[in-house]
Structure formats: structure tokens, C-alpha cells
């Protein structure tokens, strides 16, 4: 019992932290500023809960106002909004009026109502719309595990971090725990293939 227990221990640390150091390492080149960012057909904004009122949270409001000034400066020629569509909590439409607000055309916005995970979001972006490269947008604590699924999923992605990479405790804790399953992930998942016929593929 008293060997049992250490050797648990370590066979936890290893599941959990060993995902998150592979993770790390895979998308440490692919993590760049706003103003280093490539010019890409398409930035992916991942939903982020809402406030009172149906107005995005203050984590949902960052990733938008990265997005904005990634659009406002030419990096990215579309806005792609993941996240969910429930009658009662509409992240898409928030996201959408919040950007076009913002001086976004309706036309540069496309929606996926089902993108409900990082990977759904990621796999519908590939298999749906027809994304190959992107630009995403959440934040750092965040930004890793979402590029590591792009990736994975065949999409030449690089991450911004959004709100200046600012770490949140309770949300780092979570990412601890959602690495190993992207992991996972990626690896059970086959990449999805692209649309037979995708005009916005890019």
C-alpha cells in the first residue's frame, strides 16, 4: 500500500503533465503577437461564455477586440465565430453584433453553431468550412492546446493570445485536466478531408 500510492502519484503526474509539455513544445514556434502575425484568409474566434444581458464576458470581449484589430489591419480577410447557439445563451450572435458594431461586414462573418468544444471548433473548421489557414484567437492559457488541434486537424494555424496573455488560475487548472484529451484527440480522430467544393477555402 505505502508503494502503491507514490507509484499512483506518479503515473498521474505523467498523464497530465506529460500531454501538457508535449503540447508546449509542438506549438511553441506557432504562438506570435498581433503585430507578427501572418496575413491568413481567415481568423477562428473561439465563444467564451456571456454576461448578464446576452453581452460577451470580459474573456469573450478580449478575443473579440483581438480579432478586430486583426481584421482593422488586414491580417485576416474573414471572421469565423465557434461557439454555442442555444436560445437562452447565444455566444454566436453576441459575437457577431459585438464585431459588426465594430465595422466588420456581415459578409466577412461566417458562423458554426456546432463548434460546442476547441475540437469540434477545430475539425469543423477543416471539414466544414474548408479552413487551411488561420489565425486563432483565445487566450493563453487557451491558445496552446486550440493551435495543437488545428494542427492537428490540417489547419497551418498560428495562435494570438488574446487580452495580453494574461494567465487565470481557475481556467489553467482546467487546461491541466483538457490536455491529455486533445491529446488523445488528435491522435485517435482522422484529419477530416477538405470539402468537395469549398469557395471560402483558404
Same mark, same amino acid.
Given at each position: 500500500?505505502?508503494?502503491?500510492?507514490?507509484?499512483?502519484?506518479?503515473?498521474? #503526474?505523467?498523464?497530465?503533465?506529460?500531454? !501538457?509539455? $508535449?503540447?508546449?513544445?509542438? !506549438?511553441?514556434?506557432? +504562438?506570435? !503577437?498581433?503585430?507578427?502575425?501572418?496575413?491568413?484568409?481567415?481568423?477562428?474566434?473561439?465563444? =467564451?461564455?456571456?454576461?448578464?444581458?446576452?453581452?460577451?464576458?470580459?474573456?469573450?470581449?478580449?478575443?473579440?477586440?483581438?480579432?478586430?484589430?486583426?481584421?482593422? !489591419?488586414?491580417?485576416?480577410?474573414?471572421? +469565423?465565430?465557434?461557439?454555442?447557439? *442555444?436560445? $437562452?445563451? *447565444?455566444?454566436?450572435?453576441?459575437?457577431?453584433?459585438?464585431?459588426?458594431?465594430?465595422?466588420?461586414?456581415?459578409?466577412?462573418?461566417?458562423?458554426? +453553431?456546432?463548434?460546442?468544444?476547441?475540437?469540434?471548433?477545430?475539425?469543423?473548421?477543416?471539414?466544414?468550412?474548408?479552413? %487551411?489557414?488561420?489565425?486563432?484567437?483565445? %487566450?493563453?492559457?487557451?491558445?496552446?492546446?486550440?493551435?495543437? &488541434?488545428?494542427?492537428?486537424?490540417?489547419?497551418?494555424?498560428?495562435?494570438?493570445?488574446?487580452?495580453?496573455?494574461?494567465?487565470? =488560475?481557475? $481556467?489553467?487548472?482546467?487546461? #491541466?485536466?483538457?490536455?491529455? &484529451?486533445?491529446?488523445?484527440?488528435?491522435?485517435?480522430?482522422?484529419?477530416?478531408?477538405?470539402?468537395?467544393?469549398?469557395?471560402?477555402?483558404?
Amino acid at each position: 500500500m505505502r508503494r502503491a500510492a507514490p507509484l499512483s502519484l506518479a503515473v498521474l #503526474l505523467v498523464c497530465v503533465v506529460g500531454p !501538457t509539455v $508535449y503540447i508546449e513544445l509542438a !506549438t511553441r514556434g506557432h +504562438l506570435v !503577437t498581433p503585430e507578427a502575425a501572418p496575413v491568413v484568409p481567415w481568423g477562428i474566434v473561439f465563444g =467564451a461564455g456571456l454576461a448578464p444581458g446576452g453581452e460577451p464576458s470580459p474573456i469573450l470581449a478580449e478575443r473579440l477586440e483581438t480579432a478586430l484589430g486583426l481584421w482593422r !489591419t488586414g491580417r485576416v480577410e474573414r471572421l +469565423l465565430l465557434t461557439g454555442n447557439a *442555444d436560445a $437562452y445563451h *447565444d455566444e454566436i450572435r453576441s459575437m457577431r453584433r459585438y464585431l459588426t458594431k465594430g465595422g466588420v461586414p456581415e459578409r466577412a462573418i461566417s458562423v458554426d +453553431l456546432e463548434g460546442l468544444s476547441t475540437f469540434d471548433s477545430c475539425w469543423r473548421a477543416r471539414g466544414v468550412f474548408g479552413v %487551411q489557414r488561420a489565425i486563432l484567437v483565445t %487566450q493563453a492559457f487557451h491558445l496552446p492546446r486550440a493551435v495543437f &488541434l488545428a494542427r492537428a486537424a490540417g489547419i497551418d494555424s498560428v495562435g494570438v493570445p488574446a487580452g495580453g496573455g494574461r494567465w487565470r =488560475a481557475p $481556467y489553467v487548472w482546467r487546461e #491541466l485536466l483538457a490536455r491529455p &484529451l486533445a491529446v488523445v484527440d488528435a491522435w485517435v480522430h482522422p484529419r477530416p478531408p477538405l470539402p468537395a467544393a469549398s469557395p471560402l477555402a483558404g
